[in-house]
């Protein structure tokens, strides 16, 4: 046992059930959009949430791990609870066209890694990052599956782990959805 | 001679319909590419996305991928990205610095004019070989407007100015800083590069003329994602003034009272001071014209821009009949503060773009109404542009220009200008 335990360095007891905890948490988070829960997945987020896509670009071998914009630049998405919550209430108008009649929208969470726990003046965050493949079916053949990864700061509140900052790169530069309009 | 019967008239100028068929032909839409993409000025890049000796930006002109290069001369230089070779595409990033662009392929090395510097094994060529002939294939004029680089394939094309016609002096002030003076903008690093699946001409209506399709976004204003407490998607805004200023060109002005502040902004106090200053001493450089600002273009055939909330270049790069290639790319006063890029950034990228809550909104009805465009048992049915409600002079806003949203005319405009490159 002692062996395994310095090989991989944190399989402790406590990292098991860190790990669980997360991955269950990221699904759960998934399953309310796929569930089409839209306003409940909301209670996912901190009120200081940062979610953010930037862009990625065709660039150099020396910029590889520069080739997304950075947060002085454009990007897809850039949202706090402000524009989230908005994206949210303009689905639920009936009459966003984009999403009405809803897409349907599978969510595909792996390669969960956990980076780094600290604790910090906002509490503990837990730095994760995970693999993302969503597709999206809309009205009769349309439709993308977009594969990307997430960057997520999970922070323990009373009410439970929250996400207080995701980052999303989407594996595409030039992007071959017409729209974001349902949420990744 | 006009053979086409009033049912397959594309576009009939007596009824201000248009056929279908011009936004699903692939006939139609190969003689848009080499009558319309190879003969006007295109828009290809802004001036700051290339400040510096040997910076370069990938563009495209129609479905064709240009270089823009800042050579050492300072100019700005736009040529194909196409070796002259085998075609190897020579550049293969979306933007950066360097001295020389050498071909993947066999090497053939360009400068930053699109000028062959070298082939290697020169001694097996023969005497006659002269790199002066193997440049890459430049276009025929390029043009520095405001800020915006444009550039065409047409050695007997107007001047650029001229080109812009009545629309000059409103693009100018829409391209520059907010105060009106001579301040510069600059774009935000990074491009939006999207696939949407419609007829680029979509784009060009929605950029240049029609301000109808204003109810498809009530879900954003019921939203309020504006840039002030409980205001729909933007601050709001004065009466819209549209103009048709000759060769296509569509126009959208506003005007607003000079004797209050505009109160924008109101979520970011530093970029709401910042443009209270500038709307201040734009009324004391314009005067009476400061209160008629300019919110949206198309300049003909498909240079889009957004100038007030967002500001944004607009781009709907031909890709197919029923495809094209949206870019947007965003701008902002040189001079703002920092936290106002910040909060500007923010407010134009949930606004625009596929992942603006507006414009997700476009991107659903230009795609469905280019697939209506090829409903077969519609194709005699041609599209409407019938709305009008007069035009008259005015003192601050060129040509002919007609009040408030229920108008057509500058689309009608616009279709007439494409009628009359393609000799319909």
Known sequence: MDTVTKQTKTATVESLLLAREVEEFLYREADTIDSRHFEEWLAFFTDDIRYWVPIRRNLTFNQRFEDATNERQTAWIDDNRMTLAARVYQVMTKIHWA????????????NILIDRVEDNERGIEIS????????????????EILVG????????????????????????????????SFFL | MDTQTPATRLVDRNRDVVSRRIFHDPEIYERELELIFRQS????GHESQIPHVGDFFLSRMGEDQVILSRSKDGRANVFLNTCRHKGMRICRYDEGNTKLFHCPYHSWTYDLNGDLRAVPERDSYPESFNRKDWGLIKVAKVASFRGTIWATWNSDAPAFEDYLGDAKEGLWYGLGAWDGGDGEVEVYGGVQKWNIPCNWKFVSENSGGDPLHNISHRSTDLSKIGPREGVGRRDP???????????????????????????????????????????????????????????????????????QQPRALIMAHPAGPRACQAWRMFFVDKDAPREAKDFLRSYYISYSGPGGMTEQDDMENWNYASEGARVRGAQDSPFSLVANT????????PGKVSKWWMTERNNVAFYHAWADRLGY
């Open chain 1, 99 to 110: 999403e009405e009649p809803l897409s349907r929208v599978s969510h595909f969470v792996t």
């Open chain 1, 128 to 143: 994760v990052r995970s693999k993302l493949l969503v597709r999206r079916s809309r009205l009769e053949d349309a439709g």
């Open chain 1, 149 to 180: 990864s997430r960057e997520d700061r999970i922070r323990r509140t009373p009410e439970g782990l929250k996400i207080c900052a995701r980052k999303i790169l989407i594996d595409q530069a030039t992007l071959s959805a017409k729209n974001l």
């Open chain 2, 41 to 44: 000025w295109l828009l290809v």
């Open chain 2, 237 to 307: 805004f004065g009466e819209l003034f549209l103009t048709a200023t000759g060769n296509g060109h569509g126009l959208i002005f506003e005007r607003v009272p000079l004797d209050k502040p505009r109160e924008h902004y109101q979520l970011s106090r530093i970029t709401s001071e910042y443009f209270e200053d500038c709307w201040r001493r734009r009324i004391d450089r314009l005067g009476e014209k400061a209160g008629s600002p300019l919110v949206l273009a198309n300049i003909f055939p498909n240079a889009g821009f957004h100038t």
């Open chain 2, 390 to 397: 007069g035009s008259y002079a005015d003192p601050f806003i």
